[in-house]
């Protein structure tokens, strides 16, 4: 058995990092030779390749690989193209799955079609977070989640945003049946200068009246905020995964138990680490123990298909001005473009 990363870059070293505790045999691909010789100096046991093409050329066992693709989301479905032609049965995309929902619906059935195992990189899918959030919400009788809130600063309604929107769909159990935004993509995102940075508001809505709202502008570095409302309480997520959950006194609520009759959330009942949770490396070990393992995957392509759809269809309400309905489509013209995100 042997693993192999596409692309070195800051994620590409988490995986790599994984892959080299894993696997006895590992290697790097990489288009950047700088990439390369990083790969080569962190890893100097590594095997490394300028491209695929080149490491079949060194007689790679490709039946026995797990391929980890950690290049930008524009090139991820000729990637796992490439990966397919070659043998590959074992494969995990980094987010987002692709560039377009029909790239990724794509990916989907030309894996299936291979029969091979596609799963799709999400940590919070890994990491215990939703369900460690759940726990708590349970031991201080919080009800249901009612809404999800983040603000702040330029992080990326794509880049950043996919994340909350996978972790709202496992709060509230389902995915978003439309969304409105005010998206707007900007020539500053870091990874390349060939994707844009998207910015702007975007309103997911579900059933029950529950809403995901991202507000993230491009116009300020300020760190976001994480908020999940309920009835009567507030979780705040923190950094380094901590929570502090705070709730309205009981003896308020008693008094004026109408819901429009507000109150502050001065009750702090829990504030520290999110009960469960496991650090970066163990969550992504366990999607390689799925694969290698069982083969049963908790988070596939097509799990991953509906994120991506939440956000394509943001992009397209920030492009035409008016709500976007969901799932988008598949002949939609949204739906088959092809996005600058990763």
Known sequence: MSGLVIGYGSIGRLHLRVVSN????????DLD???????????????TARSLSD????????????????????????????????????????????????????????AERHGALLAVHHPRRYNGLPDGIAAIANEHHLGSPCAFVVHGGASGLV?????????????????????ISTACGDPI?????????????????????????LSMNNQSSVATRIFIYYRDAVIELLRNSDIRVARRLEEEIERFPAVTRLGETSD????GPVPGI?????????????????GNISFSGGDALAS??????????????RSMTLPLDPLDEHAIAEWPIS
């Open 22 to 29: 894993h696997y006895d045999a590992f290697g790097v691909v």
């Open 33 to 47: 030779q700088k990439a390369i010789d990083r790969a080569e100096q962190d890893y100097p046991g590594s095997v």
């Open 55 to 110: 490491l079949d050329a060194m007689g790679w066992d490709w039946d026995g690989t797990t391929a980890v693709i950690a290049n930008w989301g524009p090139v991820h479905g000729s990637t796992v193209d490439q990966l397919l032609s070659l043998g590959v049965k074992r494969l995990i995309c980094e987010k987002p799955l692709a560039h377009s929902v029909a790239v990724g619906q794509r990916m989907i059935e030309e």
């Open 159 to 179: 880049t950043t945003g996919i994340h909350f929107i996978d972790l709202a769909a496992q709060l509230f159990g389902s995915d978003p049946l439309s969304v």
């Open 189 to 213: 995102n870091p990874r390349s200068p060939d994707l844009l940075f998207y910015g702007g508001t975007a309103i997911w809505q579900y059933s029950d009246g529950r809403e995901l709202v």
């Open 268 to 271: 702090v009942v829990f504030e």
């Open 278 to 294: 496991i650090d970066a490396d163990a969550a992504l070990l366990r999607i390689h123990r799925e694969l290698n393992e069982s």
């Open 308 to 321: 991506i759809e939440a956000c394509v269809g943001a992009l397209a309400s920030g492009k035409t001005g």
